[in-house]
Structure formats: structure tokens, C-alpha cells
């Protein structure tokens, strides 16, 4: 299979590069290097079987002639991360919503099949544990440029679904939750590469809010394997799939596990949101992902647990690849 992967050279991208080549597969990565980087590709640069393009979503004869090329893709390109949005809300928007309608629209004409890396974000404040693909969901404010971010995704769900409907694309949507693992970047405010940095620097691991707040974290390498799945079941296609991981920690307590499995004497401070962000934050104090339907689907479990991914995100940080941008 010749596979694209717009935005292949970031976190995600990277390793499910790495996995498609590992798998046989020839990877194209589609990539305007705005977060990704070449560091990520470092692996698979020189493979035969990749191929690296530095070009923008926006930037339409260059995706179209990406897509020509290519059998299937995985439409990762995004600007990631509540404090990124924050602080570029209007490049976020374009991106990720303009972005996105070009990318399948193009797939649409040519008939490719395409993944759409979606979000837990999606569900915004919806309550309900754990939450399942069907639920409702639950936005503040448009105002409140936090949920600009779930508003494009859900767009970019409903415009694959609409065109897997009317133009019988193949289409799926994977839903992330916390997706985490080596390579992943602080620069969105993502927290295990914050708490470990911190942690191996010897300064303040830094909790936002009470701390009380819980995620639920996947392993890169789970995700990228059980996306590949999906795309390549054609009875999948036209659906949304929650992927995640199983177990809920608050940030009180991952702090604590990252500084001891950092041997680490970092003190734990506890900062205001006020402090932290921008204004336009709403905290969200937990979502747990039902991950039934894509257990059916495809079989799918998660492998890899929280202790392994923070072992191997401080393995990568001490290995002096910077995690921070
Ligand atoms: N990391 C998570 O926990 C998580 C959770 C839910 C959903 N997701 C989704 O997964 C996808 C990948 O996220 P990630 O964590 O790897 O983030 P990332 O920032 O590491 O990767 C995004 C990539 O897209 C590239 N990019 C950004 N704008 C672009 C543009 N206009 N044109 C071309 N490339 C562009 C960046 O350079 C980067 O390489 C995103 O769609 C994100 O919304 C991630």
C-alpha cells in the first residue's frame, strides 16, 4: 500500500509512520513542519519506503497531487493542543476546518479511503462514564475559543460522514483520548512530557487547578495500530470509533508517579488556570472513553499501560531528544 500521512512528522504521525513501513507499507508524510519535525522521522528518513513532503493543508495543487499519489490516508495534519488554540485561535480554525474540507474533498473526487484523527475533545463537557461514540455533547460559548478546537473536529467528523453518505467515500473518524508516548512535544500544554521534563530538570512539577481532574491515557503505539485496522476494514467505514486506553488518574497522582519514576525530588506545586492559560479556559474534569464498539470492530485492547509510557517518555527525554519545543 502507498499510504499519505498529512501531519506525519509530528507525535502520532511519526510512529504510525513507523509502523506502516515496519508493516511493508510505502509512507508518504505530508507535513508543513509547523510542530512536526524531521527529529520524530529520525528512524524512517532514509528508509526506501519514505518519502517526506513539506507543504500546507492549505495549500491545495500540493495536497492534490500528494493524494494522487497515494491508496489510502490518514488525515492527521491539526493544530494540536487546548494552549495552542488558545493562544493562534485563527490559524487553529483554518486549519483544522479548512484543512480538513480540502483534504476531503480531494479524497472525495479521487476515492480514497481516509482516516480522520478526531478528538475526545469532541464530547466537550459531556458528564456521562464512560462516554460512548452516539452520546451527546456539551459546549461552552463560541466565544470561548477553547471549544474552536472540538467545533472543527466535530465539523470535520460530520463533513467525512456526509461525504462517505452522499459520495460513498470510505471514510472512518478515530476519536483520541490522550493519546501519550515518546516524542510527544510540551508545546500544547500535553502533561506527561511537562511533568517529566520538570521532573528530570529538578524544578516544580507543575499541577493545574486542584489536581482532582482525571485522564484516561492511550499508548502511541496502541493507537497507531488500531487506526491502521480500521481504515482497513471496509465494514468500519462511515463509522466514528472511540480509541483510548483503560484506568482513570487524577494530575495529583500522575505528578507524584512521574517523580518517582523519574527518581526525582521535584517539588509538586499546584497553579491557578488563571496562570496557566489564556483567558477562554474551561477545564474538563474527566473522560473515560467506552471502547466497545471498536473492541468489536477490530478486537481492539489496549496493550500498553501508563507506567509503560511514562517509562518511556522519561527513557526518551533522558536520551536528550528535547521534548520541549
Ligand atoms: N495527542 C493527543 O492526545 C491527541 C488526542 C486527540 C486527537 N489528536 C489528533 O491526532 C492528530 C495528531 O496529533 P499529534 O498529537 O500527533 O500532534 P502534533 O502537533 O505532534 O502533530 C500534528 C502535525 O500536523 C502538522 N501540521 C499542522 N498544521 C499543518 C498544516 N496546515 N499543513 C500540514 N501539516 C500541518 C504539524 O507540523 C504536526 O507535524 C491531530 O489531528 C490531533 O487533533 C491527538
Known sequence: MKCLITGGAGFIGSHLAQELIATGNFVTVFDNMSTGSRENLRDIIDNPLFELIEGDLLDTPMLEQAIAGCDEIYHLAAMVGVKLILERPLDAMRTNMEGTAAMLGIAAARGRPVLIASSSEVYGHATREPLAEDDPRQYGSTATFRWAYAGAKAMGESL??????????????????????????????????????????????????????????????????????????????????????????????????????????????????????????????????????????????????????????????????????
Open 160 to 325: 467525512a460522514l456526509a461525504y462517505h453518505r452522499r459520495e460513498r467515500l470510505p471514510a472512518v473518524v478515530a476519536r483520541l483520548f490522550n493519546v501519550a508516548g515518546p516524542r510527544q512535544s510540551a508545546h500544547g500544554g500535553m502533561v506527561i512530557p511537562s511533568f517529566v521534563e520538570q521532573a528530570l530538570r529538578g524544578t516544580p512539577i507543575t499541577v493545574y487547578g486542584t489536581g482532582r481532574q482525571t485522564r484516561c491515557f492511550s499508548h502511541v503505539l496502541d493507537v497507531a495500530r488500531a487506526m491502521i485496522r480500521l481504515l482497513r476494514s471496509p465494514e468500519a467505514h462511515g463509522e466514528i470509533f472511540n480509541i483510548g486506553g483503560h484506568g482513570t488518574i487524577t494530575m495529583a497522582q500522575l505528578a507524584v508517579r512521574v517523580r518517582k519514576l523519574a527518581g526525582s525530588s521535584s517539588p509538586i506545586t499546584f497553579v491557578p488556570y488563571r496562570d496557566a492559560y489564556p483567558d477562554g479556559f474551561e477545564e474538563i474534569m474527566g473522560r473515560v472513553p467506552d471502547l466497545r464498539r471498536i473492541e468489536r470492530a477490530i478486537g481492539y485492547r489496549p496493550e500498553l499501560g501508563l507506567e509503560t509510557i511514562i517509562r518511556q517518555v522519561i527513557e526518551h527525554a533522558r536520551a536528550g531528544t528535547p521534548t520541549m519545543a
